[in-house]
């Protein structure tokens, strides 16, 4: 079985800040990792994903991602937040042999002027 | 191109009734999935349709829940005999194949509301 953790359900951050989004997964074998970003009622947007290679992933919007399978981590990071990513963020986890996605709980971000 | 869309946007049904919702996925996309996001249960998969093979439907929560795709394209999501915890936004994803690497492009998702 597999699980996602998104540490914090709400965010407050400045603008200008760094934004730290934490996701952790647990599973069985080597994982697929995804962020997505949902604005309000709109869908959800893929930011970035780790699939295999580099650990340290950049996506859309300035946003990246690192995996480190020793902690089982995929954090979320921006170093200057903008108000324009004020939403909520899903971390997701891709089942080996499957295509289901197992979602974290989302953290939604209100970036403060 | 166009994106998945998904109909009607918002839909407001009584406890009890049938409700079926749409979704048209992305051109030449052969890979469809169906997940529900509530308060009280997050975002969760439903089903999972891909080319003419069985779909996996291991995610619907009873037997109230069905979902048929006509021709590859169109799919529609039942729920018979609605009830307030079904009270969801329904939201529909397409990919290109079931390659783990393609991505699922997410529609806007409908919106029930089970009174």
């Known amino acids: 079985a597999q699980s996602v953790t998104q540490l914090g359900s709400h965010v407050s951050v400045s603008e200008g800040a760094l934004v730290l989004l934490r996701c952790n997964y647990s599973?069985?074998?080597?994982?697929?990792l995804f962020w997505y970003v949902q604005y309000p009622n709109q869908g959800l947007q893929l930011l970035l994903k780790?699939?295999?290679?580099?650990?340290l992933v950049k996506g859309i919007n300035g946003f990246e991602a690192e995996f480190k399978k020793s902690e089982t981590s995929f954090h979320l990071t921006k170093p200057s937040a903008h108000m324009s990513d004020a939403a909520e963020y899903f971390c997701?986890?891709?089942?080996?042999?499957?295509?289901?996605?197992?979602f974290g709980g989302g953290t939604r971000v209100l970036v403060k002027p | 191109g166009a994106g998945v869309s998904q109909s009607p946007s918002n839909k407001v049904t009584e406890k009890g009734k049938d409700v079926e919702l749409r979704c048209d996925p992305i051109?030449?996309?052969?890979?469809l999935y169906w997940y529900r996001q509530s308060l009280g249960q997050g975002l969760e998969f439903l089903i999972y349709?891909?080319?003419?093979?069985?779909?996996?439907k291991s995610g619907l929560p009873s037997d109230r829940f069905s979902a048929e795709r006509t021709g590859g394209s169109v799919s529609t999501l039942t729920i018979q005999r609605t009830q307030q915890e079904d009270s969801a936004v329904y939201l529909c994803?397409?990919?290109?194949?079931?390659?783990?690497?393609?991505?699922?492009?997410f529609g806007p998702g409908t919106r029930l509301t089970v009174l």
């Open positions: 994803a397409s990919s290109l194949d079931r390659g783990r690497e393609n991505e699922q492009f």
């Open positions: 599973s069985s074998v080597p994982p697929y």
């Open positions: 780790y699939t295999t290679g580099a650990t």
């Open positions: 997701a986890v891709l089942k080996a042999a499957g295509n289901k996605l197992t």
């Open positions: 051109s030449g996309h052969t890979a």
């Open positions: 349709f891909q080319g003419n093979s069985a779909p996996d």
